[in-house]
């Protein structure tokens, strides 16, 4: 079974800087996808960035980036110039490509990110 | 238009009541779930059904039950509910990844905040 690791139960950050979220992943597959999903006060699961595990360039979404070592089997999340509504839980996730990907996705435990003015 | 859409969006409740939410996707995806959060904000898979076929069952209490009518709607009714059931329910849906979907993603449904007395 997969299993996703996120070691930083929050993390704070000053407005305008930036900060990286961490998340590690176990599987013996070779074909997946990584996601980051932002979880605000309002509770609606919002993704914010997806990695194809085959693709080995690293995945953008304007201030968001991540860095994919698939060797090290490693994820993690930049935000560059933080703004006062990235505040929210961030979770890390991986769903096998495997079977149609009918298993969902395998959660981390999330990290709290918490912006400073 | 909401893709997808849960309801209700609280619930409270008596233990040892029956009660359902509902969940309804408008994306024409082959695939939706069920997910609970608990009160760490852990989020872990209950139910997966493809194309009405129940694919996952985790070891979830049998009081829970989903039923599929149709790749449309996806229910969750509980029976004899307990204080630990209290968490927020996540509908979810996904296409079928040898579809050829983009990106792989799920989408969430709001949640469905269940508090049981």
């Known amino acids: 079974a997969q299993t996703v690791t996120q070691s930083q139960p929050e993390m704070s950050v000053q407005e305008a800087e930036t900060v990286t979220l961490s998340c590690t992943y176990d599987?013996?597959?070779?074909?997946?996808?990584l996601f980051w999903y932002k979880q605000p006060p309002s509770r609606q699961m919002i993704l914010v960035i997806r990695?194809?595990?085959?693709?080995?360039q690293n995945a953008t979404e304007n201030r968001f980036s991540v860095n994919f070592q698939k060797a090290a089997k490693s994820f993690s999340l930049k935000i560059s110039d933080s703004q006062l509504g990235d505040a929210a839980m961030y979770f890390c996730?991986?769903?096998?490509?495997f079977g149609g990907g009918a298993d969902g996705l395998t959660f981390g435990k999330g990290t709290h990110l918490i912006i400073q003015p | 238009d909401t893709a997808v859409s849960q309801t209700p969006k609280y619930l409270v409740t008596q233990m040892g009541n029956d009660k359902s939410i509902k969940c309804e996707q408008n994306?024409?995806?082959?695939?939706m779930y069920w997910y609970k959060q608990d009160s760490k904000k852990f989020l872990k898979i209950m139910f997966s059904?493809?194309?009405?076929?129940?694919?996952i069952n985790e070891t979830v209490p049998n009081r829970f039950s989903p039923k599929s009518p149709d790749k449309a709607h996806l229910n969750l009714h509980i029976n004899s509910l307990e204080l630990g059931d209290s968490a927020v329910y996540f509908c979810?849906?996904?296409?079928?990844?040898?579809?050829?979907?983009?990106?792989?993603?799920?989408?969430f449904g709001e949640g469905s905040r269940l508090t049981v007395l």
């Open positions: 979810a849906s996904s296409q079928d990844i040898r579809a050829g979907a983009s990106g792989g993603e799920l989408f």
């Open positions: 599987t013996s597959e070779s074909d997946y996808y």
């Open positions: 990695q194809e595990a085959y693709k080995q």
């Open positions: 996730a991986y769903r096998s490509a």
């Open positions: 994306l024409g995806h082959d695939t």
């Open positions: 059904y493809n194309n009405k076929e129940l694919i």
